[in-house]
Each structure stands twice: as structure tokens, then as C-alpha cells.
């Protein structure tokens, strides 16, 4: 399988591969806290009827996005994860995606915003998420990327999701629990469930 959607979307926001000394800063914004061996941030919004009247080509009703954080066995570098779910319009059927992201880096010449670029394995696509100098929402940038329903693969039923008015979402930073419901390893979601 091709890894053509990370690629895109590391390439999009500019992620290097190295680490430099002072992204321990940028990681504790986005991850809220110091990080750990393995650390979760939740970001999600509902958007209310009064938005999608303003929005009507939104096709989003609701969104999370959890980001994990690890260290490399190997490498001693963290590694980022993410798994995103999505609601839309007239269903009330969960749509959920993940994959890798790239390094943080701070956008200086952009403003100060930290990104991560995150892809989905067989060019299925991925994200930008950029956090502002509030440390309380992200910026979630989506071009096409792949989805299906919780639990069936993408091959099975995925569609792309993204374009015209479903391109830039801010989600806010919330309680880690409200993402336990993206996982599908029971064990880690339970664990989720009981973090602050």
C-alpha cells in the first residue's frame, strides 16, 4: 500500500523530520500538558442549527479529533496519531479515520500556530491541525480525506469527506473521555474513559 496521502499532507505543512529544542513548548500547547510516554488531547464541536442554516453547503453536523502522542522505542522522538470522527447531515451514523502525522513545527511566518500534517494510509487523503496562541481549539484543514463507518474498513465502504464548505472546522479542546468513542481497541477507549 502506498503512503501517498502522508506524504501530501507532510508536504502541505512543510513537517521535518527532525526534532528542534524548543518544540517541547509547542508540544505541552497541544497536548495541554507535559507530555508523557503516551499522552491524548480531544478536540471536537457540535455545530447548532443556527450554524448549518448559515452553512448550508456544511455537510459536517458534528466533529472530534483525538491526538496521541508517543516516544519512538527506537528513536527516542515522539510520534503523533490521530483519529478523526465525523456526523453528517441527515445520519446520525459515526465516520471515523486516523493515521500519522508528521513532527510539530511552529508556523513563525504564518503566526504563531502549531501543525501537524497527517495523512491516511493508501492515498486516503488527510489533515493540517493548527493551534492558535489561546491553547483551547485547533484549526483542523481538510482537503479530501477518506472515511467510513466505525468499524468497517475503508476499502469495505469508505467515501471521501472534505471540499467547499467542509474544508476548515475550529474544534475546542474538551475532556479526553469525549474521544474514547473513536477507538476501536476496547481496552485503550476504556482507559480514555477515566483520564482528566
Do not use: W
Not at 447548532?48 to 472530534?64: N, R, W
Not at 491553547?135 to 477518506?146: D, E, G
Not at 467510513?148 to 471540499?163: H, I, Q, R
Amino acid at each position: 500500500m502506498k503512503r501517498a496521502g502522508i506524504g501530501l499532507a507532510l508536504a502541505l505543512f512543510a513537517v521535518g523530520p527532525a526534532f528542534a529544542a524548543d518544540d517541547g513548548d509547542m508540544i505541552v500547547r497541544l497536548m495541554g500538558k507535559p507530555p508523557g510516554p503516551k499522552t491524548y488531547a480531544c478536540f471536537s464541536r457540535a455545530y447548532d442549527a443556527a450554524h448549518l442554516a448559515a452553512h448550508p453547503v456544511q455537510k459536517a453536523t458534528s466533529m472530534k479529533v483525538l491526538v496521541k502522542m508517543e516516544n519512538d522505542a527506537e528513536t527516542r522522538q515522539p510520534t503523533f496519531r490521530f483519529v478523526m470522527g465525523v456526523t453528517k447531515r441527515a445520519s446520525k451514523t459515526l465516520l471515523t479515520t486516523g493515521g500519522d502525522c508528521g513532527q510539530v513545527r511552529d508556523g513563525k511566518e504564518e503566526g504563531p500556530v502549531t501543525r501537524l500534517g497527517c495523512g491516511v494510509d493508501c492515498d486516503g487523503g488527510g489533515l493540517g491541525i493548527a493551534m492558535g496562541e489561546d491553547n483551547r481549539s485547533i484549526r483542523v484543514s481538510i482537503a479530501r480525506i477518506r472515511v467510513s463507518p466505525k468499524g468497517v474498513s475503508a476499502e469495505e465502504a469508505g467515501a471521501d469527506f472534505g471540499g467547499d464548505d467542509d474544508e476548515l472546522f475550529r474544534l475546542d479542546r474538551t475532556a479526553i473521555a469525549d474521544c474514547a468513542s473513536l477507538l476501536e481497541d476496547r481496552k485503550e477507549a476504556a482507559a480514555l474513559r477515566h483520564m482528566k
